[in-house]
Each structure stands twice: as C-alpha cells, then as structure tokens.
C-alpha cells in the first residue's frame, strides 16, 4: 500500500525523531495476526449528541485551521459537515480511546459503513482488518488514536486532530518518540487542530503562519467565583470546602441541583512523614512518596502498594502525620456535610470503567477523568447548579515550564463545560491574581504572557528542547554516563546557539530497575542536530518533549 509520498515521509520521520527507518515502519504497519480468527466487535454506549442547532461554519481549504470550542457536541458537527464537503479519505485523530469510540460512533450516523477505527483495545485480528479496510480505500473515514497518523492513504484529503493540546499525541515511553501533531504537519494535506484550550506553541504557529483562527466561543462571558483560601484559613476554616462553595452546593442541593467537584489528586495524604526523625515513606521501586489510601499506601506511579506505616521503621516512633490531601479526604468530608445525599467519587482507585449513571447521584466528585470517560453524561439536562475546583494550586505548584499552561487549559476546559450547562463555577486558590485565572476567557493576553516569559528563558516556541535520557541498572555508573554525555554535549555545542541542562535525576529516578538522568538541550530551530548522533551509545533522544522532568 505504500506510494513514494509515504516513503518520503518514513525518511522524514526517522531524521527527525534519531530512529531507524525499520523501527519508523514498525509504526507505519500494525502486527500482522499469525491466522485468520473470530473477534467480537466492542461494545460503545450511544453517545448524547444534541443538534445545536448553529450552522456549521468549518469549511475545507489549503491553510491548516485551528478551531477553539466550547461543546463538543458543535464541534462533531462541524467534523460531519468537514467530511461531507471532502471527496477524498479523512484521517480523525483523538487523544484517548473512550473519544474514538464515540467518535466514530456518532460519524457512522451519517456516513454509513464509510467508518472504521483503530485503538489499543482491538484484537490483532480486528486491528489488522480495520486498517486495511482504510489503507485499500473500502472506508472513507479513519477514527483513530496517536497510531493512526502513520496509515497510508493513496486518497488523503485532511487530517483532524481533537482535542490537541493533550499530550497523548506524544509518545514518550518507547521508540519512535513521535508526536502525532508534528507529523500531522509533515503530511502535505489540510490539517484542522480542534481544542477548547489551545496549545501556545500551537497558538503561535497559527499568527506566525497565518492559519485560518475559527473560535466557536459564546460571546457571553461565564460567570467564574475566584475564592481566596488564605482568607478561609484566616476565619479558621481548615476544611477542602470554603464556606462560599459550601453554601453554593448546599443551595444548589436543597433546589434539587447536582454538584460537580474536581480535584485533582488521588488518595487521602499525599505524603506519610515521622515527625520525630522526618522519615518519609517512599516506594521502593520509583523513590517517590507513597500515597494514602484507607489502610495501605500506594505509588502511584508504579502501582507498588504496602500497609498503612503506624511506626516509623527508622526510629520506632508512632509520631506519624499524614500531609495534603486528596479525593478519598474530599468524599469523607462531602459525606459529613452532605449526608442526605448520594455521593459518587471518580479516579483511577475505584471502578472507573464501571459505566456509572451520574444522573443516580447528587453530588459526583473526581480528578479529570470525569472530563474523559462521562463527558457525554454531563449535559445541561443533568441538572448541575454548582461546579467546583478545589484546589487550583495543585496544577501551578508542578515544577514543569508548562505547568502555567496545563493549568490554564484544565481549568479552562473546567470553564468551558461550566458554561456549556450554565452550572456556577467555583475555584478556590491561594493565589486569586494568578495570571492563569485573570485570563481564563481572553487566549491573546494569556498567551502574550505567557510568551514573555518563555523567551526570556529560551523555552518554546523560541528554541527547540530535546531531552536526552541516560539509564542504567547501577546509579553510579548511571551518574557517571551521564556525566560524560554532558561534557561531550557542552563541547559539541559550544559553537553553536545552544545550551544544555543538566544532568539531573529524572522523577522518579529508578523505572523498572533502571536509574535514570536527565540533560535537557536548548537549540535554536535553525541549528543542524544531526551531532547528536554521535554523543553517546545507548541514550535515549527524546526530540520535543511534552515533559523534561520524567
């Protein structure tokens, strides 16, 4: 099924990510199944999709777009109106597979028998099957994960991209370290980049290029209450509820309204310390702190788990305090306050696949997987009154330079669903002038800011960054790779407009028995990074990372 232009673009991809062209073709193609077998189709709930009722306006054209929306359910219906003006196949990407299935769900409405799918979920078999029904041209549309932006089309007319500013379209974990974005880019066909809360590299592509800007906002801004947890503290209000949020979901219940709550951070403490000698409970595998849930701790990064700490083990000292906070506190504390009412929390620690009637509750509370896995349950016919954000801070206190932008963007999204089912939103922070919440409606002042200040950094757009990653099973000579890969790095770059980072432990440091340390490069766009090649066997070269810390 292959065509020069794909050939072209293998070449591409593997000189941009350092990769072998076998390994960039290993993505091009899915597992081929050893013999032919039966699968059973998986099984997607309908999806609430209501008419808008608004005249599609997103038309087909030569210029990449960038389409900023609200409703999900306007935004479906401009992808239908798209596809039907394109005569030729449609690319579809979406960051997660519970938006694939709904996806592609709500487009076999209108396109019969035309729509076929790829995840993770599928069988080899079904996987091998969908795609080829794609690459022989038998479907006219691909609904498909980060994997699908390497399906050959002899017949390619678009390529759109939902929900763009997730990281999922970056694969971060194995080779080829691609992000679906980029190569989108390097397809050659017309490109829609479709988000609530747009990316600032993205943003900045867009007025550089002079992209065609489609905001399908309402004119009329939202109403945002901004509480100051410093003051809450100060009446000696030492609950995650302020007394303002408080009385709103208690007016908003009494009249028979529900309550969204997000906050998100897992658990009950977020960390187990002796106040006696500062022991600090820390997985073994990952040394990061162990969280606190009911009577075991957890790592949530590697799933390691251990009973509840009641001694510390260095000194003996039962002198043992729980700090922070999270959702399994936030539902004990709902549950006292609101006893009357049923009460659902949604994380990755209870049965979140379980597909769960948010209409049977009064009260659902979680971290952002609400906005994944029930975003078409959360209508203005559920009746919400009050949505809250608990505690904002938790997403600015990430030692990450996009941490301002991700903040932005999920309190954003938080915003835009607020206001999609004229719900109050409520965000309680200890930093109520924080940039992030002045600008939550105006994109141009955040970003300009925000631009500011990464230029006086030299992070992007203004330079590129490429994480090198340096690993071993023994952390001294982990350590001591890592130094020598830095002295040879500064060296390389020294004629160049370039500087380096580092190294500096990853977090966590240890992944699967492996130590690892981090440099971070920062180049200018015009420099050749082809000297990379050379600095030192075995390292990983992550080219534009979502993350420089992990």
Same mark, same amino acid.
């Given at each position: 099924?292959?065509?020069?232009?794909?050939?072209?673009?293998?070449?591409?991809?593997?000189?941009?990510?350092?990769?072998?062209?076998?390994?960039?073709?290993?993505?091009?193609?899915?597992?081929?199944?050893?013999?032919?077998?039966?699968?059973?189709?998986?099984? &997607? %709930?309908? /999806?609430?999709?209501?008419? !808008?009722?608004?005249?599609?306006?997103?038309?087909?054209? #030569? $210029?990449?777009?960038?389409?900023?929306?609200?409703?999900?359910?306007?935004?479906?219906?401009?992808?239908?109106?798209?596809?039907?003006?394109?005569?030729?196949?449609?690319?579809?990407?979406?960051?997660?597979?519970?938006?694939?299935?709904?996806?592609?769900?709500?487009?076999?409405?209108?396109?019969?028998?035309?729509?076929?799918?790829?995840?993770?979920?599928?069988?080899?078999?079904?996987?091998?099957?969908?795609?080829?029904?794609?690459?022989?041209?038998?479907?006219?549309?691909?609904?498909?994960?980060?994997?699908?932006?390497?399906?050959?089309?002899?017949?390619?007319?678009?390529?759109?991209?939902?929900?763009?500013?997730?990281?999922?379209?970056?694969?971060?974990?194995?080779?080829?370290?691609?992000?679906?974005?980029?190569?989108?880019?390097?397809?050659? &066909? %017309?490109? /829609?980049?479709?988000?609530? !809360?747009?990316?600032?590299?993205?943003?900045?592509?867009? #007025? $550089?290029?002079?992209?065609?800007?489609?905001?399908?906002?309402?004119?009329?801004?939202?109403?945002?209450?901004?509480?100051?947890?410093?003051?809450?503290?100060?009446?000696?209000?030492?609950?995650?509820?302020?007394?303002?949020?408080?009385?709103?979901?208690?007016?908003?219940?009494?009249?028979?309204?529900?309550?969204?709550?997000?906050?998100?951070?897992?658990?009950?403490?977020?960390?187990?310390?002796?106040?006696?000698?500062?022991?600090?409970?820390?997985?073994?595998?990952?040394?990061?702190?162990?969280?606190?849930?009911?009577?075991?701790?957890?790592?949530?990064?590697?799933?390691?788990?251990?009973?509840?700490?009641?001694?510390?083990?260095?000194?003996?000292?039962?002198?043992?305090?729980?700090?922070?906070?999270?959702?399994?506190?936030?539902?004990?504390?709902?549950?006292?306050?609101?006893?009357?009412?049923?009460?659902?929390?949604?994380?990755?620690?209870?049965?979140? $696949?379980?597909?769960?009637?948010?209409?049977?509750?009064?009260?659902?509370?979680?971290?952002?997987?609400?906005?994944?896995?029930?975003?078409?349950?959360?209508?203005?016919?559920?009746?919400?009154?009050?949505?809250?954000?608990?505690?904002?801070?938790?997403?600015?206190?990430?030692?990450?330079?996009?941490?301002?932008?991700?903040?932005?963007?999920?309190?954003?999204?938080?915003?835009?669903?607020?206001?999609?089912?004229?719900?109050?939103?409520?965000?309680?922070?200890?930093?109520?002038?924080?940039?992030?919440?002045?600008?939550?409606?105006?994109?141009?002042?955040?970003?300009?800011?925000?631009?500011?200040?990464?230029?006086?950094?030299?992070?992007?757009?203004?330079?590129?960054?490429?994480?090198?990653?340096?690993?071993?099973?023994?952390?001294?000579?982990?350590?001591?790779?890592?130094?020598?890969?830095?002295?040879?790095?500064?060296?390389?770059?020294?004629?160049?407009?370039?500087?380096?980072?580092?190294?500096?432990?990853?977090?966590?440091?240890?992944?699967?028995?492996?130590?690892?340390?981090?440099?971070?490069?920062?180049?200018?766009?015009?420099?050749?990074?082809?000297?990379?090649?050379?600095?030192?066997?075995?390292?990983?070269?992550?080219?534009?990372?979502?993350?420089?810390?992990?």
């Amino acid at each position: 099924p292959f065509k020069q232009r794909d050939l072209n673009l293998l070449d591409r991809i593997s000189e941009y990510y350092f990769v072998s062209k076998p390994m960039v073709l290993k993505a091009f193609l899915p597992g081929v199944p050893q013999r032919k077998a039966q699968y059973k189709p998986i099984e &997607v %709930p309908e /999806v609430n999709v209501k008419l !808008s009722g608004i005249k599609p306006i997103l038309e087909p054209g #030569k $210029k990449p777009i960038l389409l900023i929306y609200q409703d999900r359910n306007l935004l479906l219906e401009n992808i239908k109106h798209y596809v039907e003006k394109i005569n030729g196949q449609v690319i579809v990407l979406e960051p997660q597979i519970a938006f694939v299935n709904t996806t592609a769900k709500y487009l076999e409405n209108f396109f019969k028998n035309q729509v076929v799918s790829l995840h993770s979920e599928f069988s080899k078999t079904q996987y091998w099957k969908n795609w080829l029904d794609f690459v022989e041209g038998r479907k006219k549309v691909l609904v498909s994960t980060r994997a699908g932006i390497f399906t050959p089309s002899s017949n390619l007319d678009a390529i759109i991209l939902n929900d763009e500013d997730l990281a999922d379209f970056k694969q971060y974990d194995q080779n080829p370290r691609y992000d679906a974005r980029t190569i989108a880019l390097k397809r050659d &066909v %017309p490109i /829609v980049f479709a988000t609530g !809360s747009p990316r600032l590299i993205t943003w900045d592509k867009a #007025k $550089k290029e002079k992209w065609e800007v489609i905001e399908m906002m309402p004119t009329e801004k939202p109403k945002i209450n901004i509480i100051d947890l410093e003051d809450e503290r100060r009446k000696y209000n030492f609950s995650l509820l302020s007394h303002g949020l408080e009385q709103a979901c208690d007016k908003a219940l009494q009249k028979g309204q529900k309550v969204l709550l997000f906050f998100n951070r897992r658990g009950w403490a977020t960390s187990i310390i002796c106040q006696d000698c500062g022991f600090t409970a820390m997985c073994s595998n990952c040394q990061l702190p162990f969280i606190a849930h009911g009577n075991h701790l957890l790592c949530h990064h590697c799933g390691n788990a251990q009973d509840m700490i009641l001694a510390c083990p260095e000194c003996n000292s039962t002198n043992i305090k729980m700090l922070g906070a999270g959702t399994e506190r936030l539902e004990l504390e709902i549950k006292k306050l609101f006893a009357k009412y049923h009460v659902l929390r949604l994380d990755k620690d209870v049965d979140y $696949k379980t597909d769960h009637r948010l209409a049977d509750y009064d009260i659902i509370l979680g971290t952002n997987l609400i906005l994944k896995d029930y975003y078409w349950q959360i209508t203005s016919d559920l009746g919400v009154g009050v949505v809250g954000v608990i505690n904002a801070d938790n997403l600015f206190n990430i030692p990450d330079f996009r941490s301002t932008e991700r903040a932005w963007q999920e309190i954003r999204k938080i915003k835009n669903l607020s206001s999609k089912i004229q719900a109050e939103l409520f965000v309680q922070t200890r930093r109520p002038q924080n940039k992030v919440l002045k600008n939550l409606t105006d994109i141009e002042a955040f970003f300009e800011d925000e631009l500011k200040a990464r230029k006086s950094f030299n992070y992007p757009p203004f330079q590129r960054l490429i994480k090198i990653v340096i690993q071993h099973t023994d952390p001294d000579v982990a350590q001591k790779k890592a130094r020598i890969a830095s002295q040879k790095l500064e060296a390389m770059i020294k004629e160049l407009d370039a500087e380096a980072m580092g190294p500096y432990g990853a977090t966590p440091i240890k992944i699967r028995n492996n130590y690892r340390y981090l440099i971070t490069l920062k180049i200018s766009p015009k420099e050749n990074i082809n000297f990379l090649k050379n600095l030192l066997d075995g390292i990983i070269i992550d080219v534009d990372p979502e993350y420089i810390l992990t």
